[in-house]
């Protein structure tokens, strides 16, 4: 196990369960904070970055990076696996995420500050939830 590594040989066993649930429970809390870190950045680095870079050029770089990072990943772990009726569906999504949604809140950011626009795009799931009852009357 990883965390007998990091363990003393001399604590007791007990001391040693004690330690390993205190790294099991820290864990989701790391996971959760790199996120908050990371994604509360990105509005700052995206407001920061148009000084220097056009707002669609900016977008643009952003989403082929990622989606480079994740293509490279899935065929490092052989996981790629797309079938030729999924692909219409997915370029579809890709497009609406990367253009319509990623790439207007990057031109946005022109003009309203970097926390406004976290704060209005952290909004969103609950105008989906909204939309959804409204347009399937649930």
């Not at 908050?36 to 000084?51: A, H, K, R």
């Not at 950011?109 to 989906?128: D, E």
Request: proline share 4%.
């Amino acid at each position: 196990d990883t965390c007998e590594r990091w363990l003393s040989p001399n604590l007791g066993i007990s001391q040693k369960l004690k330690f390993k649930r205190l790294l099991e429970n820290i864990k989701p809390k790391l996971a959760v904070a790199a996120l908050c870190l990371i994604w509360g950045s990105t509005y700052f680095v995206l407001g920061e970055s148009l000084n220097t870079m056009p707002p669609l050029f900016l977008a643009g770089i952003r989403q082929i990076m990622a989606g480079g990072f994740i293509l490279l990943w899935l065929l490092i772990k052989n996981k790629l696996i797309i079938k030729k009726h999924e692909l219409i569906k997915i370029l579809i999504i890709g497009f609406c995420i990367a253009f319509l949604s990623n790439s207007m809140v990057t031109w946005a950011l022109q003009y309203v500050p970097g926390g406004v626009t976290a704060l209005i795009c952290t909004t969103i799931p609950v105008w989906v939830v909204i939309i959804e009852a409204i347009w399937f009357k649930k």
